[in-house]
């Protein structure tokens, strides 16, 4: 069973054997640590968007409303679609969607079971950095011994109207054109608002936004058993404790949650562990919990 933290799976409804989804980009409060809210772009009331989880050989609807004031799109990043459905109007013969209107994504699953997301490809500087993205998850129906499979997106964002080293209750804007950012997040939140993890896990890794973040565990040493999607095999594996996630990767990683404690899962560029650069720790980062 997925697990997405601080956020929800999108459901579906079966229709003459689709499964189909509905998804509205919409403006979005996201409150990243308690009373601390942006303004910030998503689907269905979330960002990240809902977790789209789904099997190899399904045919799945995505009818997508735009609820902006500009026209939008969906991407499906890593997944092998018909070109007109890929999302990228620009370039390929994909619809656009206008603010007021829809557009039915329709394909089946031919990828293997893996992790990748999706993500507007229209304005993308500004309205991907604005947050419109989310997991899309290719399951595994056969039982692969993980007690707990969890997707984290990690994202990053520049608050304004912050004083640097400051942290007060609000709603705040945010600058989707900045290259600075003093706000981290997994899933859409901030340590100490993150939610802890436990057990034998395997967690999915994506990464939305502009900077790469080496994601680092203490107390564990984990198995890179997937990238972009595709597994590894077992033979070619390799055991860290560090992997760095670019901007459009995807990594999965699995160990046992084995030794007594409480430990950091997080970002280890030391910019990326605070909230506004104030000195309690806290961004890009959650815990993993063994008792």
Same mark, same amino acid.
């Given at each position: 069973?997925?697990?997405?933290?601080?956020?929800?799976?999108?459901?579906?409804?079966?229709?003459? =054997?689709?499964?189909?989804?509905? #998804? *509205?980009?919409? !403006?979005?409060?996201?409150? &990243?640590?308690?009373?601390?809210? $942006?303004?910030?772009?998503?689907?269905?009331?979330?960002?990240?968007?809902?977790?789209?989880?789904?099997?190899?050989?399904?045919?799945?609807?995505?009818?997508?409303?735009?609820?902006?004031?500009?026209?939008?799109?969906?991407?499906?990043?890593?997944?092998?679609?018909?070109?007109?459905?890929?999302?990228?109007?620009?370039?390929?013969?994909?619809?656009?969607?206008?603010?007021?209107?829809?557009?039915?994504?329709?394909?089946?699953?031919?990828?293997?079971?893996?992790?990748?997301?999706?993500?507007?490809?229209?304005?993308?500087?500004?309205?991907?950095?604005? =947050?419109?993205?989310?997991?899309? #998850? *290719?399951?595994? !129906?056969?039982?692969?011994? &993980?007690?707990?499979?969890?997707? $984290?997106?990690?994202?990053?964002?520049?608050?304004?109207?912050?004083?640097?080293?400051?942290?007060?209750?609000?709603?705040?804007?945010?600058?989707?054109?900045?290259?600075?950012?003093?706000?981290?997040?997994?899933?859409?939140?901030?340590?100490?608002?993150?939610?802890?993890?436990?057990?034998?896990?395997?967690?999915?890794?994506?990464?939305?936004?502009?900077?790469?973040?080496?994601?680092?565990?203490?107390?564990?040493?984990?198995?890179?058993?997937?990238?972009?999607?595709?597994?590894?095999?077992?033979?070619?594996?390799?055991?860290?404790?560090?992997?760095?996630?670019?901007?459009?990767?995807?990594?999965?990683?699995?160990?046992?949650?084995?030794?007594?404690?409480?430990?950091?899962?997080?970002?280890?560029?030391?910019?990326?562990?605070?909230?506004?650069?104030?000195?309690?720790?806290?961004?890009?980062?959650?815990?993993?919990?063994?008792?």
């Amino acid at each position: 069973m997925i697990i997405s933290p601080d956020l929800p799976i999108l459901p579906y409804v079966m229709r003459n =054997g689709v499964k189909y989804f509905e #998804l *509205i980009a919409q !403006p979005v409060q996201r409150e &990243i640590l308690p009373n601390l809210h $942006i303004n910030c772009w998503g689907y269905n009331g979330t960002m990240p968007g809902p977790t789209i989880a789904v099997f190899p050989g399904d045919y799945v609807q995505i009818r997508v409303y735009n609820g902006l004031p500009q026209n939008t799109s969906i991407h499906w990043h890593g997944l092998d679609i018909p070109n007109n459905m890929d999302g990228v109007p620009e370039i390929e013969p994909s619809s656009v969607i206008k603010p007021g209107e829809y557009f039915d994504y329709r394909f089946i699953i031919v990828n293997p079971p893996g992790t990748h997301m999706y993500h507007t490809h229209v304005d993308t500087a500004r309205q991907e950095m604005l =947050g419109l993205a989310g997991g899309f #998850l *290719i399951l595994d !129906p056969r039982n692969d011994g &993980i007690n707990r499979d969890y997707f $984290i997106l990690l994202q990053e964002f520049m608050v304004k109207d912050l004083p640097k080293g400051t942290i007060a209750p609000g709603v705040y804007d945010i600058d989707p054109l900045s290259m600075d950012f003093n706000f981290f997040t997994m899933n859409g939140r901030c340590f100490p608002y993150t939610t802890p993890l436990e057990d034998n896990v395997r967690i999915r890794l994506t990464n939305s936004s502009v900077q790469a973040h080496p994601i680092h565990i203490h107390g564990h040493q984990f198995a890179i058993t997937a990238s972009d999607g595709n597994m590894i095999p077992l033979d070619r594996r390799i055991f860290k404790n560090t992997v760095l996630v670019s901007s459009g990767e995807t990594w999965d990683v699995e160990f046992s949650a084995n030794n007594p404690g409480i430990w950091p899962f997080h970002c280890h560029i030391p910019h990326h562990m605070a909230n506004n650069f104030t000195k309690s720790i806290g961004g890009m980062l959650t815990t993993i919990a063994y008792k």
